[in-house]
């Protein structure tokens, strides 16, 4: 197992962390009912890409 011979500066450990950032997902409107609805997904009212896909 690997043993730490120096320590790590707080510098270099939040270099180290920047690469994990929490990002925002891609929110839309929906063109049909106008709720929020992730990019590329089905809206709740059943309607994707200009299309019904599931009937309410």
Known sequence: MAVQQRRN???R???RR???KLVKPAL???PNCGEYKLA???CSCGEYN???I???
């Open 9 to 11: 500066s707080k510098t």
């Open 18 to 20: 920047t690469h994990y």
């Open 28 to 30: 839309t409107r929906c």
């Open 40 to 42: 590329h997904k089905m």
């Open 54 to 56: 599931v009937e309410k």
């Open 13 to 15: 450990k939040a270099k």
């Open 50 to 52: 200009g299309k019904q």
